[in-house]
Nanobody, 122 residues
Framework: VQLAESGGGLVQPGGSLRLSCAAS????????MGWYRQAPGKERELVAI???????NYADSVKGRFTISRDNAKNTVYLQMNSLRPEDTAVYYC?????????????????WGQGTQVAVSS
């Protein structure tokens, strides 16, 4: 199973970016998917999460500015980021709670993408 992120880059304050993360491989099903970020010198933190049924949860710092969504048919999760601030600068990581099946047994594990850099600067 692999998670592939795309959509990062450099943007001015107040601008927007859309991140995508596609899961591929021998996937039985996907539970929650989420976005985390890690700024230099700081710990990785949760940005937003979405369950398989579409329930969402956001960090207080991004509420009203970021929107997480998913396309279950494409095993893809998105993060629409608006009104970006310099403090949003970080490496953004995609996470998936993914189930695989081996010999009739279903296993669930956390999978991570490689990260995509988001830089907000004038």
């Amino acid at each position: 199973v692999q998670l592939a992120e795309s959509g990062g880059g450099l943007v001015q304050p107040g601008g927007s970016l859309r991140l995508s993360c596609a899961a591929s491989g021998s996937i039985f099903s996907i539970n929650a998917m989420g976005w985390y970020r890690q700024a230099p010198g700081k710990e990785r933190e949760l940005v937003a999460i979405i369950t398989s049924r579409g329930s969402t949860n956001y960090a207080d710092s991004v509420k009203g500015r970021f929107t997480i969504s998913r396309d279950n048919a494409k095993n893809t999760v998105y993060l629409q980021m608006n009104s970006l601030r310099p403090e949003d600068t970080a490496v953004y990581y995609c996470n998936g709670q993914i189930r695989t099946m081996t010999s009739g047994i279903v296993y669930e594990s956390d999978y991570w993408g490689q990260g995509t850099q988001v830089a907000v600067s004038s």
